[in-house]
């Protein structure tokens, strides 16, 4: 059996980043974004999902944590696509629930090839720790664009907004888990025949 893996390096005026990510892993992550907080997502993210990721950014955060936390997610998506290269033989959608003590959220995940991205945290304050809580959202906005994605996220209840973006990240692990596991069929899940 193939392994998934791909490794991307995104290099602009802004940021450099390389990543290197396993599909099939053992939820190990090697985060050093120069962001707290945005590791602390990515190593849920990783952990909950099974991958594996070693990721990597000097970004420009004496502007601020913008840059830094999108092009992490656009490096990060683009490393998805190319793992899942023509997507045969995947599960392609994928649902979860994830509680993190008071809070509950819902992501649905379809890599349909289309990106597109519905995102309600509902994040009352302006940061956690070192990122900016719009810059959260913006994350799973920024991910399904290069990951070919439509991802639905949305944060059912919770008051802790830190357990808000948690419960988030590890819905969003869990979906992604279940879209790309293997079906065993070969096809490409597509009516249209392609993805």
């Known amino acids: 059996m193939n392994e998934r893996r791909a490794r991307v390096t995104r290099e602009t005026n802004e940021t450099k980043i390389e990543v290197e990510l396993t599909l099939d892993g053992d939820g190990t992550c090697t985060a050093d974004t120069g962001l707290g907080f945005l590791d602390h997502m990515l190593d849920a993210l990783v952990r909950h999902g099974r991958m594996g990721l070693a990721i990597r950014c000097k970004g420009d955060l004496r ?7 999108e092009d992490c997610a656009l490096a990060l998506g683009r490393a ?3 793992a899942l290269g023509d997507r045969r033989g ?6 979860a629930y994830a509680p993190l003590d008071e809070a509950l959220a819902r992501v649905v995940v379809d890599l349909s090839g289309r990106p597109f991205a519905s995102c309600n945290l509902g994040l009352m304050r302006d940061r956690l720790g070192d990122v900016s809580c719009e810059n959260l959202s913006h994350f799973f906005e920024s991910l399904a664009v290069t990951s070919r994605a439509t991802i639905h996220a949305e944060v059912l209840t919770g008051v802790n907004d830190h357990h808000r ?6 819905a969003l692990a869990l979906a992604i ?3 790309v596991a293997r079906d065993g069929s070969g096809a490409v899940p597509s009516t249209k025949g392609s993805l």
């Open 165 to 170: 973006a948690e419960a988030a990240f590890k």
């Open 90 to 95: 995947i599960a392609r959608f994928g649902h």
């Open 63 to 69: 502007v601020d944590d913008h840059h830094t936390v």
């Open 177 to 179: 888990r279940q879209a």
């Open 80 to 82: 998805i696509d190319e």
